[in-house]
T-cell receptor, first 114, second 113 residues
Framework: EAQVTQNPRYLITVTGKKLTVTCSQNMNHEYMSWYRQDPGLGLRQIYYSMNVEVTDKGDVPEGYKVSRKEKRNFPLILESPSPNQTSLYFC?????????????FGPGTRLTVT | GQQVMQIPQYQHVQEGEDFTTYCNSSTTLSNIQWYKQRPGGHPVFLIQLVKSGEVKKQKRLTFQFGEAKKNSSLHITATQTTDVGTYFCAGKPSKTSYDKVIFGPGTSLSVIP
């Protein structure tokens, strides 16, 4: 089944404790992206990647890191989480070799930083 | 900075009534996509519009892309309870990085049976 998976689905952590949220897709998509969703603000793009070793900042990259060492994986790293990073996070992937490049979203990771 | 706005933020309708959400960008867009997110779920792609003035239909849903490629709308005819959710537009700005995507804040639709 074609899908985007994220782990963990729920995470409660404390300020300053490094964490990684994994994202993996099995559709051989070149493009991958991370978003955070907050009430009233919709989805804001954090980072995106056009292909392996190619990443770029979205609108809200501060406090986040990403890497793209393999095509299928795109982990989101919070080196020193803070309470303002409490949010719902979505990973997404899409093809880039077709006319319509719809994004496929993972199930989401709900992160709480205390 | 570049912004994509949507109105209304919330809409409550009686089942069978029509519904429209509007999306407006501060800059020209190369294309616009629409997504639906059910409560507790993740966004799901509905459609992509590319051409100026383009109109596309999916059963009871009609999507339009403005002539100036800065605005778009989604119209649902005769809403049903299965239409409940938040509708997002997402645009790729023409004059910036090809790969950046900007989502609107969404319109949350409630349908009263």
């Amino acid at each position: 089944e074609a899908q985007v998976t994220q782990n963990p689905r729920y995470l409660i952590t404390v300020t300053g404790k490094k964490l990684t949220v994994t994202c993996s897709q099995n559709m051989n998509h070149e493009y991958m992206s991370w978003y955070r969703q907050d009430p009233g603000l919709g989805l804001r793009q954090i980072y995106y990647s056009m292909n392996v070793e190619v990443t770029d900042k979205g609108d809200v990259p501060e406090g986040y890191k990403v890497s793209r060492k393999e095509k299928r994986n795109f982990p989101l790293i919070l080196e020193s989480p803070s309470p303002n990073q409490t949010s719902l996070y979505f990973c997404a992937s899409s093809p880039t070799d077709r006319y319509i490049y719809e994004q496929y979203f993972g199930p989401g990771t709900r992160l709480t930083v205390t | 900075g570049q912004q994509v706005m949507q109105i209304p933020q919330y809409q409550h309708v009686q089942e069978g009534e029509d519904f429209t959400t509007y999306c407006n960008s501060s800059t020209t867009l190369s294309n616009i996509q629409w997504y639906k997110q059910r409560p507790g779920g993740h966004p799901v792609f509905l459609i992509q519009l590319v051409k100026s003035g383009e109109v596309k239909k999916q059963k009871r849903l009609t999507f339009q892309f403005g002539e100036a490629k800065k605005n778009s709308s989604l119209h649902i005819t005769a809403t049903q309870t299965t239409d409940v959710g938040t509708y997002f537009c997402a645009g790729k700005p023409s004059k910036t990085s090809y790969d950046k995507v900007i989502f609107g804040p969404g319109t949350s639709l409630s349908v009263i049976p």
